[in-house]
């Protein structure tokens, strides 16, 4: 009853839609969380973005699957997930900001993302009411959009059991990752013992701790970044805004209308926040929202509903970490996410589903090869 083809680490944004992709190929999981339920550690922090528009291969391959999955979801699978085909917006108002979205548009059009530089009038007509002071224009992938992440998280768990392939095993903290000679044997919780050949990590925030576990060092730092939600109001923009200009305290910020009409948002502080503190703080309603009006004046009148806080499993790059570990057989990584486990999940999920069974395909290897454990960490991936 307990032997596994392989067990996931965590419930989450990655752990999930990889487990609910293994199911459908027959492979049979079990995906164990200290957590009660699907989608209760940093998933449901999340607010709700889903873009394809990156700028290095792996993410663009695996965001624009993500894209297919969450988009044609309701229609296939019939779960209401709240998806908005709303896209992504840059605007943009200094030349640093025109000059790098345009670097990465070759890139972009060349692995299939539909994606411009527009001008100010086409800005406008997406965000009526932005500021037209100083804007250049800004880059806009009409494609990208927003889902509920806990509906989108309970839909692909519900998915993944109707496969008869995956079991969840909720309430149970993992305590031992079991290997002899360097080889994945099994894991032990504190509850149970539990056999199997392959160990996924994805325990985002928590990997490091993980690592140590097999005296591994995972380069994954966790830092918190807030997010809040307004009230509801009629609706007048579907667009994810991302305003890539520095500020004091903070780098980007971004926000985008949900179906229901609430303004979800959220800003990068900087510096980083490190640790895994997820006490709301009283610096950032003020810093993020006179940001924001300054963009959209019109938003100055909107109360906010409720704030709170989320880690990001940080890799020294912003990208992900993914793929087998060369030193002990049968770990596999899908960690380190930067926060974007949740856009990135299902994608990622589908290619370490193939990699498990020996299935992978060039778009596969572009995605491991690029988020390899064993890459130089010494750039830094430009749309984190």
């Known amino acids: 009853m307990n032997n596994y083809d392989i067990i996931i680490i965590g419930a989450g944004s990655v752990g999930v839609p990889t487990a609910m992709a293994l199911g459908a190929m027959g492979v049979k999981t079990a995906v164990i969380d200290k957590k009660a339920s699907p989608g209760q550690g940093e998933n ?7 873009r394809a528009t990156h700028s290095d291969p792996g993410k663009i391959i695996a965001g624009i699957k993500s894209l297919e999955i969450f988009s044609t979801w309701q229609e296939i699978n019939g779960d209401d997930i709240e998806w908005l085909k709303g ?31 527009i001008t100010p009038e086409l800005v406008g007509e997406i965000v009526p009411g932005i500021n037209k002071q100083g804007l250049i224009g800004g880059t806009f992938s009409p494609d990208d959009g927003s889902a509920s992440p806990l509906l989108a998280v309970n839909a692909f768990y519900k998915k993944a059991v109707a496969t008869g392939n995956v079991n969840f095993i909720f309430n149970e903290s993992v305590k031992e990752i ?37 005296n591994l060092n995972i380069p994954v730092t966790p830092d918190s970044h807030e997010g809040a939600i307004t009230e509801p ?63 959209i004046p019109r938003l100055k009148n909107i109360r906010v509903r409720r704030v709170w806080r989320g880690l990001y499993p940080m890799s020294p790059d912003g990208s992900p970490i993914v793929g087998l570990n ?24 589908e290619t370490i589903a193939r990699m498990v069974t020996d299935k992978t395909t060039a778009d596969d290897k572009t995605v491991l090869d690029e988020f390899s454990l064993y890459r130089e960490f010494g750039g830094e991936e430009g749309l984190k």
Do not use: W
């Open 44 to 50: 449901k922090h999340a607010i709700g973005g889903i």
């Open 87 to 117: 896209g992504y917006l840059f605007p943009v108002y200094r030349k640093a900001e025109e000059n790098l979205l345009k670097s990465f548009l070759p890139t972009q059009k060349k692995y299939g993302l539909k994606i411009d530089f």
């Open 178 to 214: 079991k290997q002899e000679n360097n080889k994945i044997t099994g894991v032990a919780t504190d509850k149970e013992n539990y056999s199997t050949p392959v160990v996924l990590d994805a325990a985002g925030a928590y990997s490091k701790d993980l690592g140590k576990m097999v």
């Open 233 to 295: 109001v009629k609706p007048f923009f579907k667009a994810m805004i991302v305003d890539l200009r520095p500020a004091p305290g903070s780098k980007n910020y971004y926000f985008y209308q949900n179906n229901r009409g609430q303004v979800v948002f959220c800003i990068t502080p900087d510096p980083p926040i490190l640790g895994t503190d997820k006490r709301e703080t009283s610096v950032f309603l003020p810093q993020v929202s006179r940001r924001m009006v300054d963009l």
């Open 326 to 349: 060369r030193d002990i057989k049968g770990l596999v990584h899908a960690t380190g996410m930067c926060g974007q486990g949740y856009m990135l999940g299902p994608g990622i999920g």
